[in-house]
């Protein structure tokens, strides 16, 4: 299904203003437990998905594993992103790998045939980002997920402490095209402004890695 995704993004003196906003919007119900996200970010040995995400080019893709939990066990999803100008889309297979099998250094191998990964170059592990999300939903099919506790790392180097983001937390707003007019009262009511905002980017150069286009 493709979707709208609106973020923004709050910095620690702002916090406060954000935690208001949660508590006095009493028409966001929790929509989900909270939980901690996991995602392993892939990349071609060029960054070709990274160039394309800082360019800002309309049609693109991204590919990740994602788990929500630290057990070795965990179930793990192959999911590839895609975006066609502002409306974006998930397509995901689930591994018969769990988390603790995930080798950090290896070329991922399609593990469902109806998911194209990439058109002509391989995919390698590039960054592993950790975050901790909560889920609410504000009218049936507009939902808005908070993410906070942000840790990036070189999967390349593990024995290397993961880099602790406190300087942001991120709030998404996620709504299907039918409900674009409804979604916008939602957002205007939101004490922020919409930017656009990459946490693989972002993760690359805390880890430093950034790409220039």
């Given at each position: 299904?493709?979707?709208y995704e609106v ?18 919007t009493?028409?966001?119900?929790r929509?989900?437990?909270t939980r901690?996200?996991?995602s ?9 998905g990274?160039?394309e995400n800082?360019?800002?080019?309309p049609d693109r893709?991204?590919?990740r594993l ?10 793990v999803?192959?999911e590839?992103?895609e975006r ?6 998930k397509?995901?297979a689930r591994l018969?790998?769990?988390s603790?099998e995930?080798?950090?250094?290896s070329?991922l191998e ?5 998911i194209?990964?990439?058109?002509d170059?391989?995919?390698?592990p590039?960054?592993k980002?950790?975050?901790?999300r909560?889920y ?7 939902r808005?997920?908070?993410?906070r506790e942000l840790?990036y790392?070189?999967?390349?180097t ?8 406190p300087?942001h ?5 996620k709504?299907?095209?039918e409900l674009?007019?409804?979604a916008?009262d939602l957002v205007a009511e ?5 930017l ?5 980017l972002r ?5 430093g890695?950034?790409?220039y286009?």
């Amino acid at each position: 299904m493709w979707r709208y995704e609106v973020k923004f993004i709050v910095d620690p003196p702002r916090r406060p203003l954000l935690d208001a906003w949660l508590v006095e919007t009493a028409s966001l119900r929790r929509h989900h437990p909270t939980r901690d996200v996991h995602s392993l970010y892939y990349d071609t040995p060029d960054m070709r998905g990274g160039i394309e995400n800082l360019i800002g080019l309309p049609d693109r893709r991204k590919t990740r594993l994602r788990w929500y939990s630290a057990a070795p066990d965990a179930a793990v999803t192959l999911e590839v992103k895609e975006r066609q100008g502002r409306l974006g889309r998930k397509r995901t297979a689930r591994l018969d790998s769990p988390s603790g099998e995930i080798d950090p250094f290896s070329r991922l191998e399609p593990a469902n045939a109806d998911i194209e990964l990439v058109e002509d170059a391989p995919l390698f592990p590039k960054l592993k980002i950790t975050y901790r999300r909560d889920y609410l939903q504000w009218d049936a099919g507009i939902r808005v997920t908070v993410d906070r506790e942000l840790r990036y790392a070189n999967p390349a180097t593990p024995s290397v402490r993961p880099v602790t983001d406190p300087s942001h937390a991120i709030v998404e707003v996620k709504f299907p095209p039918e409900l674009k007019d409804r979604a916008h009262d939602l957002v205007a009511e939101i004490p922020f402004y919409p930017l656009r905002h990459s946490k693989y980017l972002r993760g690359l150069d805390l880890t430093g890695r950034a790409i220039y286009a």
